[in-house]
């Protein structure tokens, strides 16, 4: 019989981990601590493996299911879902996941639709701000706290502005290493509010019913390029 939602969270922990079997290969894994782990069993090359899918509740019945019908399908083409999920394990750590390679590819990629004014100090704030303390790391690996750390420096510099567009520069990266499939989440996302909000500057402006009147008559008569001065201002 498979299984239910209900089922999954009513298991109860035992003094021995058990199996609570659903169907096609994939059961719920309870230890005595009460962790809950999806696992799928499957044969390959006539020897039996088993993959993990995650624990429960962040990975629900209807994700490991997706995920085990997702296997099973590579075993039906002769590939083995155990090298694959290897595989991208290993892509995680290699250098090519880099904030930094990540962050210049999708410069690359879009910077050319920039002016080239913008698009130049999009690069220089990466290069001064973020590439020298996090550019080597992996991208799934750098958490919101170490970001917030590299943009607490720009703010003590009296730079605020500077810190949120650099953390808006950030969040475009992790939009795009995740649309290709080498982050899982946008660690900036978290960091909204937690830096100050850069002070306006309020300019005066003209609330005199008479001296708005007058500026505006002032405009419609204007036909050349001579001097207008009144109510305290001056156009030419």
Known sequence: MS??????LAAKPASRPYKITDEK???????????KYWRF?????????????????????????????????????NVDPGLIK??????????????????????????????????????????????PWLGNRSINEISAPELLAVLRRIEANGTIETAHRVR???????????????AERDPSRDLLGAIPAAKVRHYASMVDPNAIGKL?????????????????FKFV
């Not at 059961?27 to 009460?34: A, G, R, S």
């Open 41 to 77: 069993k499957y044969r390959f090359d006539s020897k039996e493996h088993t993959l993990a899918f995650g624990v429960y509740p962040e990975v629900t019945l209807a994700t490991a299911r997706e995920k085990r019908d997702e296997a099973r399908k590579l075993i039906v083409n």
């Open 86 to 131: 290897k595989a991208k394990l290993a892509a995680k750590t290699e250098s090519s996941n880099t904030f930094e390679v990540i962050a210049r590819e999708w410069f690359l990629k879009f910077g050319s639709n920039l002016s080239p004014s913008y698009a130049e100090k999009i690069i220089r704030r990466f290069e001064m701000f973020i590439f």
């Open 216 to 232: 505006l008559l002032a405009i419609d008569g204007y036909s050349g390029i001579k001097q207008l001065s009144f109510c305290n």
């Open 168 to 182: 808006q520069h950030c969040s475009q990266v992790y939009r795009y290493a995740i649309a290709t499939g080498r």
């Open 25 to 35: 290969g994939l059961y719920l894994f309870v230890t005595p601590k009460n962790a």
């Open 3 to 8: 299984l239910t939602n209900t089922k999954v």
